[in-house]
T-cell receptor, first 116, second 114 residues
């Protein structure tokens, strides 16, 4: 199993500002994932963070709004840029366990973001 | 397109009663299926998973789920619910398109009455 630590756990931010969320995994993983969970909604994949290359973004998400860094195999950051109240969500970091494609995903505790 | 449907947004049961949470999926190949639980203010915890083999899988906290290919379903069950089971439950398909991506259902919020 993997233990994933995220910080901050929550924040309240002013609109127009940016917030960087950090994700640390206790083991080396090839891929890390960032999800958004809007209030009352399910998880939506934002992007896949690849070590040594650009992140791969899902439809509807762009790098300018959600820049991602992946400097090594245990760490990633997601920045929510130029925030608006619509960005108020829980942001979760995830990493797969070791093994085949269907291996379970492990999740951080999430970052609860409120934009005012 | 791949998708996961959880038809019940909210379910309320009495403590000690049995529970079944429904999950239907649309996926072209044999899916990897998961159930996760999210308690208030917490991340997601894996309850159980199905990759292949026995279609009835056992998980943690007394939960089980049954994979029914003919019905494209993977329903979660528990014979006797405890108050601490109140949480949100997500069904997910993993390994989408040969990647590590997961598709989640919209979740079912479980309320347990004392």
């Amino acid at each position: 199993s993997a233990v994933i630590s995220q910080k901050p756990s929550r924040d309240i931010c002013q609109r127009g500002t940016s917030l960087t969320i950090q994700c640390q995994v206790d083991s080396q993983v090839t891929m890390m994932f960032w999800y958004r969970q809007q209030p009352g909604q399910s998880l939506t994949l934002i992007a896949t963070a690849n070590q040594g290359s650009e992140a791969t973004y899902e439809s509807g998400f762009v790098i300018d709004k959600f820049p991602i860094s992946r400097p090594n195999l245990t760490f990633s950051t997601l920045t929510v840029s130029n925030m608006s109240p619509e960005d108020s969500s829980i942001y979760l970091c995830s990493a797969p366990g070791q093994g085949a494609m269907g291996t379970e995903a492990f999740f951080g505790q999430g970052t609860r973001l409120t934009v005012v | 397109a791949q998708s996961v449907t959880q038809p019940d947004i909210h379910i309320t049961v009495s403590e000690g009663a049995s529970l079944e949470l429904r999950c239907n999926y649309s996926y072209g190949a044999t899916p990897y299926l998961f159930w996760y639980v999210q308690s208030p203010g917490q991340g997601l915890q894996l309850l159980l998973k199905y990759f292949s083999g026995d279609t009835l899988v056992q998980g943690i906290k007394g939960f089980e789920a049954e994979f029914k290919r003919s019905q494209s379903s993977f329903n979660l069950r528990k014979p006797s619910v405890h108050w601490s089971d109140a949480a949100e439950y997500f069904c997910a398909v993993g390994g989408v398109s040969g990647t590590y991506k997961y598709i989640f259902g919209t979740g079912t919020r479980l309320k347990v009455l004392a």
